[in-house]
């Protein structure tokens, strides 16, 4: 069964650290971004999330959001599934939205991402 308390790194090189899951599926961690809006050095960020507890023989779905607030005022939602293979190999597969705010409402449009 995939585990996702522990830390973890993406095809961008940064990392994201997971606190043990609770028994109710809710963990809290750090994000290592190298990736920012506006370029620069890398930096951390909260997350807090929640595991669906997976059925039987199946493979656990997750959400966690982190907001970016020491370096942007953005917010991104991660949704994804663990999975492991048969070398025992643990994967996170994700999608994101993020969220920058905007001055107005007009500008709505290109506040997602």
């Known amino acids: 069964q995939c585990q996702l308390s522990g830390l973890w790194k993406n095809e961008l090189d940064s990392l994201m650290e997971i606190s043990a899951v609770r028994d109710d599926g809710v963990f809290q961690g750090k994000y290592l971004t190298q990736v920012t ?54 994967t996170l597969t994700t999608m994101w939205l993020l969220r920058e705010a905007v001055g107005s409402l007009e500008e709505d449009w290109k506040a997602t991402r």
């Open 37 to 90: 809006l506006a370029g620069g050095c890398a930096h951390v960020s909260p997350l807090t999330g929640a595991q669906q507890q997976p059925g039987e023989g199946g493979w656990p779905t997750f959400a966690f959001t982190v907001c970016w607030d020491k370096f942007s005022n953005a917010t991104t939602a991660f949704v994804g599934q663990c999975f492991v293979d048969t070398g025992g190999k643990e």
